[in-house]
């Protein structure tokens, strides 16, 4: 399975990005998708997951601002990030909890991550 994240760049304070995140390869079935962020310096965290079924959870920091989606039927992720705040500045990282066969577990995979630079 392989991710291929994009949409990442340089953008002023207040402006708009849209992050994508497609997973292609051996796919039975998706569950969780989600985008975690990397700021210079520190760990990775949470930014928001959305679930199969559409249920959503985001990082109080981005509330209000930032919105997960997900096409199915495009084994896709969206991010859409409104607002921006130079603290918004960092990798952004998308995951993913893939089933490859019927019968298998659940795995987790990781893009590769894209840059996101917000300017004041």
């Known amino acids: 399975v392989q991710l291929q994240a994009s949409g990442g760049g340089l953008v002023q304070a207040g402006g708009s990005l849209r992050l994508s995140c497609a997973a292609s390869?051996?796919?039975?079935?998706?569950?969780?998708m989600g985008w975690y962020r990397q700021a210079p310096g520190k760990q990775r965290d949470l930014v928001a997951t959305i679930s199969s079924g559409g249920s959503t959870n985001s990082a109080d920091s981005v509330k209000g601002r930032f919105t997960i989606s997900r096409d199915d039927a495009k084994n896709t992720v969206y991010l859409q990030m409104n607002s921006l705040k130079p603290e918004d500045t960092g990798v952004y990282f998308c995951n993913v909890q893939v089933r490859t066969r019927w019968y298998d577990g659940w795995n987790t995979y990781w893009g590769q991550g894209t840059l996101v630079t917000v300017s004041s």
């Open positions: 390869g051996n796919i039975f079935r998706i569950d969780d």
